[in-house]
């Protein structure tokens, strides 16, 4: 195995990043591991200025959402994009350099977290590197912007337009979210604006241009339809960003703009639709038969899938008030990250032998460890969403009864609701944690002992038309 710690092309870079990859996310199952034992066991571990829950929730937030997403973004640009274009990126040294500066900031921000726990804002960023922060992803945009004009065929693939999305909410969120408003109205708006562009459109299009490489590439089928494909891409980019708002339902925020959240909520059908009938239509031409590497696909898709119909079903006018400022949005923001995980693993299994030429064998434990990450993250999200559906009925219950139940014996009903469900959770973080070590296990396995097969070249890469 050899890494170049300074690339010449995007072929050794993907190189350095599939390696780090499965160790990225590692950090983040354990962070999030940490953040869920001390949410249930407080009293009983040690504490301390990192070691509380507060802490360990926005640190969580800011790996997860900030540092990994910028990761996994940064790895499917370099390499899909090349591919999506059908030839190799051009100015490469800038996009190496810019790549791994937005990494790096993100890696710098965490470190601070440590340093300045007081700097670390709820959704995660630390604020003192954010106009660094912009500059960068701005270059970044602008990068794959000359990579798009200087394309010489005459059509895009749909992933290459999925990922020019996400970067471009990347960089709205940012310019959104810079601090802490004293007016909750503010506090509001701009926490749902940065959850919509940030996490629901930048993980969900990250998500899609991997999820459609992989099922016409990666499982050799062919694409159903790009009249589909392309609904998606446009009915996500136009509805996602605005989802948000109807989650602070009845709070200093206006009313126009819950309604209007809750009525292109229940548009998402369309999209969603479009995107359920492309996949389906697809995968039955699939020539690529291997069990592990479909499961793995077919559990992201189902928790993409489950989470859009978890925002449609917030919509309806009797559960809305109910699900909002609970846990139910929690449901939500993490399965749009975790869809983006999941397909992330299948993604990672296919690069080995390509970036590589290390030979992937799908063995029991790859078998056994599909089917522990799928369930084990629909189960997190099914949890969650009883647990905000639980508190939600117990809050609207005592405010109705004018007994509030955020203390006394209100709060002890309320939480005899959802600690089980917690403590369910902590356990399915665990399983989480360890489908995380696993996954780092059989990558770096492969990658250092597999048997030596063919592996693509930069010309293959750069001559391929994935039409």
């Known amino acids: 195995m050899k890494i170049k710690l300074i690339p010449k092309n995007e072929q050794d870079l993907s190189k350095v990043f599939i390696f780090l990859l499965p160790l990225v996310v590692l950090l983040s199952a354990s962070i999030n591991f940490l953040k869920d034992a001390f949410r249930s066991f407080s009293n009983v571990l040690p504490g301390n200025q990192v070691l509380n829950y507060g802490f360990l929730d926005k640190l969580s937030n800011q790996i997860s959402f900030n540092f990994l997403f910028s990761f996994i973004l940064v790895v499917t640009v370099v390499y899909l994009l090349s591919k999506s274009l059908g030839r190799s990126i051009i100015i490469f040294p800038l996009f190496f350099l810019t790549g791994l ?138 509805l996602l960003p605005w989802t948000g708002f109807k989650y602070f339902y009845g709070t200093t925020l206006p009313d126009w703009i819950e309604n209007v959240s809750i009525y292109l909520s229940l548009s998402l059908i369309i999209p969603l639709l479009a995107l359920i009938v492309n996949y389906s239509k697809t995968i039955a031409t699939k020539e690529n038969k291997e069990p592990v590497f479909s499961v793995l696909i077919s559990f992201a898709f189902v928790v993409f899938g489950l989470t859009n119909v978890l925002q449609i079903i917030s919509s309806i006018s009797n559960v809305t008030p109910i699900v909002s400022l609970t846990n139910f949005e929690y449901s939500v923001r993490y399965g749009y990250m975790y869809s983006l995980i999941l397909i992330l693993i299948p993604f990672v299994y296919h690069l080995v032998p390509k970036i590589y030429g290390r030979e992937f064998i799908y063995g029991r434990l790859e078998t056994f460890n599909a089917y522990l990450l799928g369930t084990s993250v629909v189960a997190t999200l099914s949890l969650n969403t009883l647990i905000g559906i639980n508190s939600g009925f117990s809050w609207n219950a005592g405010a109705n009864a004018g007994n509030p139940t955020i203390y006394g014996e209100g709060f002890l009903i309320t939480w005899s609701l959802i600690s089980t469900p917690y403590t369910l959770i902590l356990f399915l973080s665990l399983l989480f944690l360890l489908s995380t070590f696993l996954f780092t296990l059989s990558t770096l396995k492969a990658i250092i002992g597999g048997s030596v097969t063919e592996s693509e070249t930069v010309s293959e890469i750069s001559g391929d038309n994935d039409e």
């Open 101 to 238: 500066g937005l990494i790096g900031i993100e890696f710098i921000d965490v470190v601070l977290a440590f340093i300045s726990p007081e700097q670390l804002l709820d959704l995660g960023n630390t604020s003192v590197l954010l106009l660094i922060k912009i500059l960068l992803v701005g270059a970044f945009l602008g990068l794959i912007l000359l990579n798009f004009l200087a394309k010489k065929e005459p059509s895009i693939f749909l992933s290459s337009q999925f990922l020019l999305g996400a970067v471009v909410f990347y960089l709205i969120s940012l310019l959104i979210y810079r601090s802490e408003y004293t007016v909750m109205s503010d506090n509001f708006f701009i926490n749902s604006m940065y959850l919509s562009t940030h996490i629901y459109v930048g993980c969900s299009f990250v998500f899609l241009s991997i999820f459609y490489f992989l099922i016409t590439k990666g499982m050799q089928a062919t694409l159903f339809s790009k009249t589909l494909g392309t609904i998606s891409f446009w009915g996500y980019l136009f």
